[in-house]
């Protein structure tokens, strides 16, 4: 079957709204002729007149009186589809999202995120799952609504993206450990045993590279997926923790932070997201409850 033209419900609505083919082709802004051949159309499609001269006037047949409810609700719902949400009720809002990001953001933002929801949609559930890599595809694929993380060059080109935070790497170890005390300096920093944070197992990366430029090698004694298993280990040991500021927000009083003694990069946080999902209000909503923690 061919598909049909769906216009001519907008057409067929107007014209036995009207009664007349003059005055809905004005209301559609069409010629009296093209409205002509509209009405012809419909004819052939529908099988029926639909509309008969009485006189000077057009009245309609038995099955044009039967379609005339059905096509005026049709076409107010495909109208209602195409418009613009223009109201979100939160109190009634029943949906799950899926947020991908790493343990350290849930542990720092979640709570304030969590109390923030149950507070304005309480029918709202948030899914937080693990980040082992930046591939685009979950949000692609619609298996994640939201996620955050370091936008760099191998970010997908469809991908939307917003800054939520400014961070910078800061080293953090136990306290009493030797660089709890005293200047540190770059070569006190570089002597010291190290845990190195890598998704991939990777045992290099940008701060082996900033001190091997000032002559300079740290001893890696293990290597951790995560900034929060990091800064575990730098609690009950002698091991130095190079971690995201954010990340020691809610520091224990067992755990001493200091400056990295050379000039290293700030890195810039941000929530990602499809565009599929970038008009949909409550994505909007969550989004914005995202920001706004954050900027706390």
Known sequence: MSTPDFNL?????VLLAEGSVARAAQR???????MSRALARLRETTGDPL???????????PRALALREQVSQLVQDAEAVLRPAATLDLSQLVR????????????NFGPALLTRIAREAPGVRLRFVHKPDKGSTPLRDGSVDLETGVVDSSASPEVLTQALFRDRFIGVVRKGHPLSEGIVTPQRFAEGQHI????RGRDQGQIHQTLEA???????VTIVAGFSTALALARSTDLIASV??????????D???FALPFAFPDFTVSMLWHPRLDADLAHRWLRGCLREVCAQ
Request: aromatic share 6%.
């Open 196 to 199: 190195y944070v890598s998704r």
């Open 214 to 220: 000032l002559g300079l090698t740290r001893d890696v």
């Open 255 to 257: 755990l001493h932070r």
């Open 9 to 13: 419900l907008v057409t067929l609505d």
């Open 51 to 61: 509309l008969v001269r009485a006189g000077r006037c057009l009245v309609p047949t």
């Open 244 to 253: 995201p500021e954010r990340h020691t927000a809610n520091l224990h009083s």
């Open 96 to 107: 799950t999202f899926t947020l991908r990001t790493s343990d350290g953001f849930v542990e």
């Open 28 to 34: 559609l802004r069409l010629s009296p002729s093209a």
